[in-house]
């Protein structure tokens, strides 16, 4: 059964901590990964796709790598400002349910 | 460019009422979506529409109707809300790529309290 997962639920940091979010899947026929930022009382915000193992891409603070079974969103040195949930999405399948990510100052 | 816009942005329905919650884009997407988002169950698709004249049910369907008359505009129809119908709903829009699927852009959700 096609499925995805993200883990952790919750994650706390603080400020300067680097860490990793993980979304790990098994979609047969991969047609794109996409990592998308929520903040409270907001609609998702997309971030990255990525197509191939292999892939990666940066943004600012975020780095977002792709595997054949799961993708890995890095945060390197995080700000206040990057708290926020953290969603994952593959092809056309169900939406993971996220990581609440929180940034201590 | 709104991108994706929606309306309400909050509304308290009474038990067997029904409403629509409208979701218009200017991006000139075919691909349209509605999702409701519960607390610890991330977001779940309700219906989706490839195109003016198409649509089609996603994972969670039953009690909500939809129509696409056209590329701008993808009204949800509640037909007798129920409290389980109590939730956040976004709609979204797309480009249709090559691959079929592609990055979606959100509206800021409608907040639907059914008592």
């Known amino acids: 059964e096609d499925q995805v997962t993200q883990s952790p639920e919750a994650l706390r940091l603080q400020e300067g901590e680097s860490s990793s979010l993980n979304c790990s899947y098994t979609v047969s026929g991969l047609r794109g990964l996409f990592w998308y930022r929520q903040d409270p009382g907001k609609g998702p915000e997309f971030l990255f796709t990525l197509y191939s193992a292999g892939e990666e891409k940066e943004k600012e603070r975020l780095k977002a790598t792709l595997t054949k079974k799961e993708s890995f969103l890095h945060i390197t040195a995080p700000k206040p400002e990057d708290s926020a949930t953290y969603l994952c999405?593959?092809?056309?399948?169900?939406f993971g349910a996220g990581t609440r990510l929180t940034v201590k100052p | 460019n709104a991108g994706v816009t929606q309306t309400p942005k909050f509304q308290v329905l009474k038990t067997g009422q029904s409403m629509t919650l409208q979701c218009a884009q200017d991006?000139?997407?075919?691909?349209m979506s509605w999702y409701r988002q519960d607390p610890g169950m991330g977001l779940r698709l309700i219906h989706y529409?490839?195109?003016?004249?198409?649509?089609d049910q996603g994972e969670v369907p039953n009690g909500y109707n939809v129509s696409r008359s056209t590329t701008e505009d993808f009204p949800l129809r509640l037909l007798s809300a129920a409290p389980s119908q109590t939730s956040v709903y976004f709609c979204a829009s797309s480009y249709s790529g090559v691959w079929g699927h592609n990055e979606q852009f959100f509206g800021p959700g409608t907040r639907l309290t059914v008592l």
């Open positions: 991006m000139n997407h075919e691909y």
């Open positions: 529409s490839v195109g003016a004249g198409i649509t």
């Open positions: 999405a593959v092809s056309d399948r169900p």
